[in-house]
């Protein structure tokens, strides 16, 4: 079944855009999976130059524990800079953190195509 045929297993809204997220099937597993984006490979920005992060992706040098005297989050998900849109269990986010925004005049990967 193509991609266009396929529908999508959910839809997750961040940084006022839509992901719709597909299951892949892992044949070593003989399971499925939600395929979320890959933001690390293929980064993603908001209008206001913020990148797109899912909750299991790896922290960043910048990340900072949601408690003060919590332990430094392993992964985005965990990290108080990581901004979900809807519930606190949203799988795809915003990264708010200053250091990590897009410089003016750059482009996406969206925008080079």
Not at 34 to 47: I, N, Q, R, S, V
Not at 72 to 88: A, I, M, Q, V
Request: charge should be negative; charged fraction near 30%.
């Amino acid at each position: 079944m193509s991609l266009e045929e396929k529908q999508p297993y959910t839809i997750c809204w961040a940084g006022g855009r839509q992901f719709q997220i597909y299951l892949e099937y892992d044949e070593q597993l003989k399971e499925s999976y939600p395929a979320y984006p890959d933001f690390d490979a293929h980064p993603e920005y908001t209008k206001d130059g913020q990148p797109f992060a899912t909750a299991e992706q790896e922290s960043c040098p910048y990340g900072m524990p949601r408690m003060e005297g919590a332990p430094l989050p392993c992964d985005c998900g965990g990290c108080k800079w990581f901004s979900r849109e809807n519930t606190p269990y949203d799988p795809i986010g915003v990264c708010i953190c200053s250091k990590r925004r897009r410089e003016s005049g750059t482009k996406s990967e969206e925008e080079k195509r």
